[in-house]
């Protein structure tokens, strides 16, 4: 079964650019999430989708980020315009919950994509 | 809010060691536990889990005992190699449900020499 795919793996721009993130989630996953790791700290949820809806997006900068989830299948994560702080490890996530109550479903990380921004 | 805490690192052990990682978490709602473990280059893979309280996951060695009422999930593996050498992460689902985004601790390196 092939795993979450996130292109690219790499990312360097200068601030004030903008930089987009594709994420593939394992197939048949509802659920979706897009985490930041900043460098010595644990991930940290900035968006989650069920199918192509948002379920909690209450941890995104809305003035700068902004991600999308068309067809319920692949996801984009887009910032715009970047800054300094932004530099982290973005990580896709899945998982096989689809709704209807409490699920323990695991959820999948794909590699990340590591940014810096100069 | 949730939260969780796990024990700063780095640790460093010697190979056949007992291996004890503690976390702590937040005691809202019900949530599920889970230790996640991201060796060298690689991403971030599940190493165990446990869904309610008094349930012990465990995977290559390694075991986690949901503790309710001391809000811990600490880590532990009798006898660790070198090859355990990665960072450990301890993280919590919201107290809505499985399916919420998990919050995870600061990570804890893990070194093991031989």
């Known amino acids: 079964e092939a795993g979450v795919a996130q292109s690219p793996r790499y990312k360097i721009i200068e601030k004030r650019q903008s930089v987009a993130f594709w994420c593939n989630p394992i197939?048949?996953?509802?659920?979706l999430y897009w985490y930041q790791q900043i460098l010595g700290q644990g991930p940290k949820l900035l968006i989650q989708?069920?199918?192509?809806?948002?379920?909690?997006d209450s941890q995104l900068p809305k003035d700068r980020f902004s991600a999308e989830r068309l067809k319920g299948v692949d996801s984009t994560l887009k910032i715009q315009p970047a800054k300094l702080e932004d530099s982290a490890v973005y990580l896709c996530?899945?998982?096989?919950?689809?709704?209807?109550?409490?699920?323990?479903?695991?959820?999948?990380f794909g590699p990340g994509t590591r940014l810096t921004v100069l | 809010g949730n939260s969780v805490t796990q024990m700063e690192g780095p640790v460093t052990l010697s190979e056949e060691a007992f291996l004890t990682i503690n976390c702590t978490y937040t005691?809202?709602?019900?949530?599920?536990l889970f230790w996640y473990v991201q060796y060298p280059g690689e991403g971030l893979q599940l190493l165990l889990k446990?869904?309610?309280?008094?349930d012990k996951g465990s995977n290559k060695g390694f075991e986690a005992t949901y503790r309710k009422e001391t809000t811990s999930f600490h880590l532990e593996k009798g006898s660790v190699q070198v090859s355990d050498s990665a960072v450990y992460f301890c993280?919590?689902?919201?107290?809505?449900?499985?399916?919420?985004?998990?919050?995870f601790g600061k990570g804890t390196h893990l070194i093991i020499q031989p």
């Open positions: 446990a869904t309610k309280a008094d």
């Open positions: 993280a919590r689902t919201g107290s809505g449900g499985g399916a919420d985004g998990l919050t």
């Open positions: 989708f069920q199918n192509n809806g948002v379920v909690d």
């Open positions: 197939s048949g996953h509802a659920t």
């Open positions: 996530a899945s998982s096989l919950y689809s709704g209807g109550g409490l699920s323990t479903d695991t959820q999948y």
């Open positions: 005691a809202t709602g019900y949530p599920s």
